[in-house]
């Protein structure tokens, strides 16, 4: 199979008490690097430079398709707790605004800095047998370097195979419901979270491990479960991607086998909810 992934990868800024320390992160790199475990991977990107380790990384995942930039999308990540944490944008690099001609599987969007056109979505969808999308950074605004969330006309979003949103990030979405994507996914860190297919609904328990930083979760879950919803059904698809995330998050690595992944995902809780 072949996978799209469409976004900025960043230059992350990391700081826990007097620790900082610099790495390669962003939704597309933290997508692009689950989905190394079900496709051939094709990462979208725009950027100026990056540590030739970082590039050296990112070419062990996948094709890169790099967009010049006289800019590096940088944040500074400051947690206070393993699963929270204040965001400054530091620097932004271009617009991602045209897409490959070649036929895809998956096409997976993840913006994190509002650089994807919204048009982009409905042209994923001529080059895509399935289209997710993270709704996160077509949410975000910035002013000098702090982040707010604004509403968003959601309505380009209908009809696209996955969507993933953050439970604060639901009420900033307008012209939407939970049946207007196939499936629609709203986590809230180690919290239940709901999903929806089809318009039913689920409640989904994360599965419980240590973990000390919280970096990449929705991106990981987000791509796992496209991953696994081109093969398998929504139910398995979801439990399998709670095992995944669980198992990246507790060794901040994909070094692990797809029945690691099986055998977790028995403790996985998923249940019908009305609504």
């Given at each position: 199979m072949r996978c799209l992934v469409v976004g900025h990868v960043t230059r992350d800024v990391i700081r826990k008490g007097s620790?900082?320390?610099?790495?390669?992160?962003?939704?597309?790199?933290?997508?692009?690097?689950a989905l190394t475990k079900f496709c051939t991977v094709e990462i979208l990107t725009s950027f100026s430079s990056l540590p030739g380790g970082w590039m050296e990384e990112l070419k062990r995942i996948g094709e890169l398709r790099v967009l010049q930039s006289d800019s590096t999308t940088t944040y500074e990540l400051t947690y206070t707790s393993p699963s929270e944490r204040t965001l400054r944008l530091l620097e932004r690099a271009g617009e991602i605004g045209s897409l490959p001609a070649e036929k895809y599987d998956l096409v997976l969007i993840n913006p994190v800095a509002n650089e994807v056109p919204k048009s982009l979505v409905g042209k994923a969808a001529k080059i895509g047998k399935l289209v997710a999308v993270d709704a996160q950074g077509f949410l975000r605004t910035f002013k000098n370097g702090e982040i707010e969330l604004t509403e968003l006309d959601a309505s380009f979003l209908r009809g696209i195979g996955v969507l993933h949103t953050e439970k604060g990030e639901v009420r900033y979405l307008r012209n939407i419901s939970p049946g207007d994507a196939d499936s629609f996914l709203i986590t809230d860190g180690p919290n239940p979270g709901v999903a929806y297919h089809r318009g039913r609904a689920y409640r989904f328990h994360p599965v419980k491990v240590e973990v000390e930083e919280s970096t990449g979760a929705g991106?990981?879950?987000?791509?796992?479960?496209?991953?696994?919803?081109?093969?398998c059904p929504f139910i398995q698809s979801l439990r399998r991607a709670l095992a995944f995330t669980a198992l990246f998050l507790e060794r901040r690595s994909i070094s692990f086998s797809m029945e690691d992944v099986g055998r977790l995902s028995l403790e996985a809780k998923v249940e019908h909810i009305n609504g």
């Open positions: 620790k900082v320390e610099e790495r390669l992160g962003g939704g597309a790199y933290y997508s692009a690097l991106d990981v879950f987000l791509a796992s479960f496209s991953g696994f919803y081109l093969q």
